[in-house]
C-alpha cells in the first residue's frame, strides 16, 4: 500500500512556483490533500489526488480523475478561466470568487457551495440525485430555479442575492 500524504505548499516563499508545480508533478508521491496557496497558473498536477485546495492558483483543467473534494479561491489577481468542468468523482465542490459564466457540474456532487460577484453564471447540469447541501451567493439569483440546478434530494438550501 502506497501512503498517502497531506502537503501544503506556498508559492510566495519560492523562487519560481512553476519550478516546484513541475517537481510536484513528477514527484510520484500520492497525495491525500494537497493545498496550493498563490502559485497563480500551474498547467499540470500530480494525477493522484482525493483532495485539493486552491488559493490564488488556477489550472489547465480541474478534470483530476479520482478527485473527491475541491475548493477554488481567488485571490484577486489571477486570470481566470470562465467555463469550468470538474471530474465525475467529484463530491464536494466550494467556489469563492472566481470570475465564472459556465460551469458544468458532475452528477455525483453532495455538497455545493459557489460565491461570486459574476453577473451571470451559467449552470450546466444533469439531475443531480446525490446533492444534499447547496450554498449560492450569486447576483440575480432569488431561487433554485434561477439556476437551473436540478437536485430532488436537497436537504440544505442557502440562496443569497449578492449584489455588487
Known sequence: ?????????????????????????????NFDSLFLYEFMHVKELPTVITSLKLIGTTLDSYVIDGLKKLSLESSGDENTTKEYSFPSSLEDLTIKGYKLTRITLPPNLRRLYISTFSKSVDFVSEEMPHLEYLS??????KNLEDTGIC????????IHNRSR
Open 136 to 141: 449560492l451567493s450569486l447576483p440575480d439569483v
Open 151 to 158: 437536485a430532488p434530494n436537497l436537504k440544505t438550501q442557502e
Open 1 to 29: 500500500m502506497v501512503p498517502k500524504i497531506d502537503a501544503y505548499f506556498y508559492g510566495y516563499d519560492t523562487f519560481d512556483p512553476k519550478i516546484d508545480a513541475n517537481y510536484l508533478k513528477n514527484s510520484g508521491v
